[in-house]
């Protein structure tokens, strides 16, 4: 079975930033579709970034040129650096793959922008 566990969340002043890791377990291959989304209060969960293989990446417009997405294939997990942070940030944030066979989602991390 595969399990996602995302880490890295906290809180942080605006302007600042934070490093959350994905480690992905129950798989002895790497899933090449991996992605960030995030839930903020009252709202939808949005995509934040993907990444597909080891190079190619997208993100929301939103966060384009301040949040990076990268993974360490031989350690199966997934990161997501978030600089230049905003109250609007602040969201659960969640580690999802594709496989393509079924999603599979972690439990998420909270992080949150605050002065």
């Known amino acids: 079975q595969v399990q996602l566990v995302e880490s890295g969340g906290g809180l942080v002043q605006p302007g600042g930033s934070l490093r959350l890791s994905c480690a992905v377990s129950?798989?002895?291959?790497?899933?090449?579709?991996m992605a960030w989304y995030r839930q903020a209060p009252g709202k939808q969960r949005e995509l934040v970034a993907r990444i597909i293989g080891d190079i190619s990446t997208n993100y929301a417009d939103s966060v384009k040129g301040r949040f990076t997405i990268s993974r360490d294939s031989a350690k199966n997990a997934v990161y997501l650096q978030m600089n230049s942070l905003k109250p609007e940030d602040t969201a659960v944030y969640y580690c999802a793959a594709v496989d393509g066979l079924a999603d599979y989602w972690g439990q998420g991390t909270q992080v949150t922008v605050s002065s």
């Open positions: 129950g798989t002895k291959y790497s899933i090449a579709n």
